[in-house]
């Protein structure tokens, strides 16, 4: 703001004569004096190239901001709807539902639920990107996909997004297992639930398993007759997924208290998993994780410990390490088309169609 309003000045000084010099000197001092003291201009924090928040709470959003509407996708045969799941918070979904694929058992289908990353505060389920990317990923792997438009920070900071998940997985559960939306009660599959992000969404599928687990632990405590059923995610991928550490920079630090509104500090599970004690691992509500690491990401050290720390707990399951030489993160986005993308949605797709 600072070097517009000096470039405005200077431009004003060319404009006017030697005698009008001290009369434009004099306005450009109120321009800057207002541009300093007027809320809906004074940067409050500049998380670019994301957004830019303001003294007065109004975000700019520098990204992520474009939206496609569902559609029946001519190259994949995937068609597309929106659902609002919950009016009050502005909880919707996108579902993805293939016409035609080879993991069908009984007319049914995998169940994908997807989290689109962005840092939290960025990106949403209607996003093109992450509508052309669910219609190769629901046709590639055969599954009926609800990818999530979770609540963005810094109007919600987290557990916004958090609570927005669990809510969306109660859904997808009542729909499959009671009936409901067709696409699922139809075609959904219950025994093969599958939760999966990327960057931020990774962050939040690890956090919605492990709440899932936590939840189920005090039931069974509560159920001693055992009598409770039990959700059973069949699998969780995380792809490049937003995890930091105590020792990470000053920024990245602010970043963090941005996005959860001070909340949470930097070894907290929620951003710091691999600190978690060995017995805590435990609750991960699932069997099977697939990682997947960037070698190129920043944060590819702390998605590597996050692997580290789960094979070194006392959680049972099987943890499988992809990574993919040469590229930064959550490259597979934008180049659907490429044979390192091609293979990382192979070794997805593998994942979740494993026997």
């Given amino acids: 703001m600072a070097s517009r309003v000096l470039l405005a000045a200077a431009l004003l000084c060319a404009c006017v004569g030697a005698g009008e010099g001290r009369e434009a000197a004099a306005g450009a001092s109120a321009l800057r004096s207002r541009a300093a003291t007027d809320p809906n201009t004074e ?18 959003r520098l990204m992520g901001t474009r939206v496609v509407p569902p559609s029946l996708d001519a190259r994949t045969g995937v068609a597309s709807r929106d659902v609002v ?27 994908l639920l997807y989290f689109h990353g962005g840092a939290f505060v960025v990106e949403s389920a ?19 996909a609800v990818s999530v438009n979770y609540r963005l920070a810094p109007e919600h900071p987290l557990p916004a997004a958090y609570d927005d998940s669990w809510a969306a997985l109660q859904w997808v559960l009542r729909n499959v297992q009671h009936g409901g939306d067709p ?4 075609r959904g599959d219950a025994s093969r639930l599958f939760v999966a992000g990327d960057s931020a969404g990774g962050n939040i599928a690890h956090n919605l398993a492990m709440r899932l687990g936590q939840q189920q632990q005090q039931q069974h ?12 995610i069949k699998g969780v991928a995380l792809l490049d997924p937003y995890f930091l550490g105590r020792y990470v920079d000053p920024w990245a630090q602010r970043a963090w208290g941005f996005i959860c509104g001070g909340r949470y500090g930097m070894d907290h599970p929620y951003v710091n998993p691999a600190a978690l004690p060995a017995a805590a691992w435990r609750r991960l509500a699932t069997a099977r994780v697939l990682m997947t690491v960037s070698d190129q990401d920043r944060l590819g050290p702390f998605q590597r410990a996050y692997v580290d720390a ?7 399951g099987q943890a499988q390490l ?10 597979f986005l934008n180049y659907l088309a490429s044979p390192k993308a091609a293979m990382h949605m192979a070794t997805l797709a593998a994942f979740i169609n494993a026997t």
């Fill in 183 to 186: 696409w699922l009660a139809k």
């Fill in 85 to 111: 799941v919950d009016r009050a918070t502005g909880l919707a979904v996108r579902l993805y539902r293939p016409t035609r694929s080879p993991h069908a058992r009984g007319g049914r289908l995998p169940v």
């Fill in 221 to 232: 405590g509560l159920d001693a007759g055992g009598g409770a059923r039990m959700t059973t």
């Fill in 43 to 60: 940067v409050k924090f500049d998380f670019t190239p994301f957004l830019i928040q303001y003294r007065s709470g109004r975000v700019q």
């Fill in 322 to 331: 992809y990574e993919t030489p040469g590229e930064g993160h959550c490259y």
């Fill in 126 to 144: 209607f996003d093109p990107v992450y509508h052309a990317y669910l219609n190769a990923l629901t046709a590639k792997a055969g599954v009926v």
């Fill in 310 to 316: 789960l094979r070194g707990s006392e959680w049972p």
